[in-house]
């Protein structure tokens, strides 16, 4: 099975030292497991788009991740972002998983912000969280 775009930019991220300092191994895909400890990130697909000619499928999509990084602080989770993006944004490359690979053309950060999670559950503290969207170009097969 090929690797995915979520696949191949989780590894980017667990394979580098500066951001498995801040959160090991703590990257879900879609949404946290409950009690996750802080810090931490999730990632999700937002959609795709894919490039057309005249005579049909070029041969490449745009997948569009979403990466939220929670963390206690504002500070806390401008870090992390800013970490992550130091890692993603500009990369271009293949990334291999096993025997598989991913032939990534483009990663850049295509808009970003932040927000934060009420307390909840007799907490006395919000989490604060900053989105990254970013926008790879990756190859598909072409339909005969």
Do not use: W
């Amino acid at each position: 099975m090929a690797v995915t775009p979520e696949e191949a930019v989780r590894k980017r991220l667990v394979d580098d030292t500066d951001v498995r300092a801040l959160v090991k191994q703590r990257i879900y895909p879609d949404i946290a497991p409950e009690g996750a400890v802080l810090p931490y990130v999730v990632m999700a697909r937002v959609d795709t788009t894919h490039e057309h000619h005249m005579g049909g499928s070029a041969g490449l999509k745009h997948p569009r991740i979403q990466l939220d990084y929670f963390a206690r602080t504002r500070s806390g989770a401008e870090d992390l972002a800013e970490t992550c993006r130091l890692v993603l944004d500009g990369f271009n490359g293949t990334v291999t998983i096993g025997s598989e690979s991913l032939d990534i053309r483009k990663c850049f950060l295509k808009g970003d912000n932040s927000d934060f999670l009420e307390p909840k559950g007799g907490s006395s503290f919000a989490i604060r969280v900053v989105s990254h969207d970013y926008e790879l170009s990756v190859p598909e097969t072409i339909p005969t």
